[in-house]
């Protein structure tokens, strides 16, 4: 059953907008068992999903403004230059997006597309409901031909929500979004975009590529970056009844050659002992321990479009900045 959220404010009247939440309850998006099994780990870690509360959303906004963080920018950038050029080739579709967010870049796109093809649907799926409101209010403030339906829900089941849309699709996943991801969490996605699109379909990836250390180091140690990453601490908090004191960690961010990407820890600054009430656990940090809280892919794009095409996703067109620091590829579905 999908809850029906109270309508969103007055500009969007007139026009098509749809905000539904999702069956699973957030019992099973924010998985306690999980977390407790990765923060027994070694090295003890966090997934990345707990960055997206409304905080760390509001965080993720302000880490775009950083001059440091390119990465907002240069896709902005292609996506201006470019979109005529996507909506070209796709042809009219439907649009989807994995974790929207804003949805302020998606907007290029969905201009092109409603000046070539006249009225465009437009799913956005986030975690974070407040993210979707402000979606749909950038999008119907700026377009009335826009058909919008925002639903909450992880990836996975935001796809299965979706699954009743016919006719031709684009997927997208901007903001470097499936670079968060570990392999197994890529390929989980991977099968279900594969099941998701029909022969034909479309899907675009904004990915970020791999570089030199300083630039991207910058990008992740910014102001808006310690803040976000320090806020994860006060997400469990409030989610699991938590004693994680933020003035007693570190922000630790650094390039990892070897394994391309940047990682995100927490370091503890002293030796102390956390307790998670909601969960019933609890654990003791050493001074100097780290937890990592997230992985940024840096990317060679041949090297990565490699997991797509084991999954029917064929590159069809790369766009790159005009420093080739990132890109954006259009994979179709065989
Ligand atoms: C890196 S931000 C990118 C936002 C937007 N696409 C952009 O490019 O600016 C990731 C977005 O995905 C959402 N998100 C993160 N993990 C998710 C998941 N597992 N399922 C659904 N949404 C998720 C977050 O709430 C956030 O809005």
Known sequence: MLRTLPAISKPNIGRQCNITGTDVPEAMIFRGDLLISSL?????????????DDNGSALYERLCKEESYYLFRDERSILARNAKSISGITGPVSLVELGSGNAEKTLLLITSYSEIFGSVNYAAIDINSSILKRAAENILSMKSDVNFTGIIGTYNTGLEKAATLVGPKLLLSLGSSVGNMYDD??????????????????????????????????????????LANLCVLQHLNWRFDGNFDLFQFRHVAFHNKSLFRMEGHLEAMQAQSIDLKKLKFSFHLKKGEMIRTEIMRKVNLHRFHEMFIKYGLSPVHNWTDSNKRYAISLLQRG
């Open 185 to 226: 969490e890529l390929c989980d996605l991977l099968g279900s975009v594969r099941s998701f699109l029909g022969r034909g379909d479309y899907f675009l990836v904004g990915i970020d590529l791999d570089k030199e250390s300083d630039v991207l180091e910058a990008a992740y140690n910014n102001q808006s970056a310690i």
């Open 40 to 52: 027994s780990g070694s090295p003890r870690s966090i997934s990345s999903i707990y960055y997206y």
